[in-house]
């Protein structure tokens, strides 16, 4: 029994001290990774568990969960991708209060894995970010990736700045110790590279509790320095500010229409048909409440706010009467509050954390329970799962591999991986959109509208799988009636888009004027 339990508390302690390391936006094929060595542990855990627990976070758990699951259903296209995530953080979450493993143990991985997370983010400010820009340039491949790191801001493993902000925040409570307090100086600097702003607010509210906790009149002290600095950074505010506003303004529209939700990762799809003209582009809306609300509906805002002010309300209490669940206390309260100024929620390296010091610090009790058949059952439907998720990670890995070529334009060498890609993910309309590109690229058309139709049946309602397969039908000359079609359903999914329209226009207008299409 021992060894069973010691092997479900190394693949349990093994995922916490992966999923910094790779956050799972760059590399999705390591959310599925994950998922893997959870569903093993989870299966493993059911067939030798004696007792269950039940902790004060399990309603509106259980109402959250509901909510996604609606969403799920409401979804297409790369709704699996997103619940595979969710499903994670569900799994890290009852193994941690199932298993409890020992916290000292858990504190070293994710101070470990935070420290390599940190010495990459000096290591990109001082040698790596020249070197990435110097790529960018040999292979020319745009003003949008050399802005991107531009500014200098590191990102280390979180692919931008305020993500990394987003996940130092959360541990940084983890090393305040007279024995890591060395630790702590490496995470500020790595912090203070990032440039984050919302990071900086983030730590300052943390601080301000804690000392509300520890010492009050301190913390009155320090509120009024951390307004006075707020108003300083703030002032005059700046652009990603203002454009933070236009999200959130554009995502209350979206949910007064659809208060059952648009449908999981379909944020995106929707923003671009409420947005105004002016405003920026972007697939999440920068507030983890607002986000949730647009695609799983109120139900989904009410049970994630639930959620946030049982943790807040309970886990106080808890934290009162047991001093070493503080940091994953402060940590939790510092990702709330970075996650309603950015997307933490939808970043697999930030979200999983969050659910697991969800679980560390909720106040468990134990329910003496027999093995049942719902526990084999269980097991069983885990054994499909864990080879569907084996074959969703290796479709993903063909999708790095694939991307990795097309930054070098070696088309002729990503194809084939996409093709891979899509044979084991053959419901992913994204991929068979980029195969459609590829072979656009190297001048096989024919092949590119099939698979730009092809996407359009996985997932109707993306914009530019209906411009592109246009584009496609006017460069092989194809009806008429279905390029204007296609073209007008674009224009309407993305009423904003200035090319949508020009391109239309000009389509309508060549039948009275009869001049081939520029």
Known sequence: MRNIEGFIKFLLLLAIFIRPLSCGMAEPSSNWLILIILSLAFGVHLIKRQEAFSSPFDKPLSFFCLSLLISFVLSKGRCFEIASQFL???????LVISCQPKKRTIRAVLLFSGILVSLYAVYQKFWGLSETKRFIEMYQLGDQFLGRIGSDRVFSTFMYPNSLAGYLVLILPLSISKRTWPIALVYLY??????????????????????????????????????????????????????????????????????????????????????????EETRNAHNGFLQI????????????????????????????????????????????????????????????????????????????????????????????????????????EYIEKGWSSLFVRDYEKALPLFTKASKLNPENGEILFEQGRIYDKLDRRQEAERLYREAIIRDPDVASYHFQLALSLIKNSGNQKEIIQHLKIASYLYPTKSIYKAVLERQISIPRINQPFQ
């Open 88 to 94: 994670s953080c569900f799994l890290i979450f009852y």
């Open 190 to 279: 790595a912090l203070y590279l990032s440039g984050s702003r919302g990071g900086f607010v983030s730590l300052c509210c943390a601080i301000t509790l804690f000392l509300w906790m520890k010492r009050k009149r301190l913390a009155l002290v320090w509120s009024i320095i951390s307004l006075v600095l707020f108003i300083h950074l703030l002032t005059p505010v700046p652009g990603s500010v203002k454009a933070r506003f236009s999200y959130w303004k554009t995502s209350i529209a979206i949910i007064k229409d659809h208060p059952f939700g648009v449908g999981l990762s379909k944020f995106g799809n929707s923003y671009i048909r409420y947005k105004e003209a002016s405003a």
């Open 293 to 396: 609300g647009v695609e799983a509906g109120i139900l989904g805002l009410l049970s994630y706010l639930w959620l946030t002010l049982c943790f807040l309300q309970k886990g106080w209490k808890i934290v009162k009467e047991r001093d070493e669940l503080l940091p994953y206390y402060l940590g939790g309260f510092s990702f709330f509050i970075h996650s309603s100024l950015d997307f933490d929620l939808y970043i697999p390296g930030i979200s999983f954390l969050l659910f697991l010091f969800l679980g560390m610090v909720s106040g468990y009790e134990k329910k003496p329970v027999a093995t049942s058949r719902f526990s084999k059952i269980s097991v069983l439907i885990l054994i499909p799962l864990i080879f569907y998720a084996n074959q969703m990670r290796l479709s993903s």
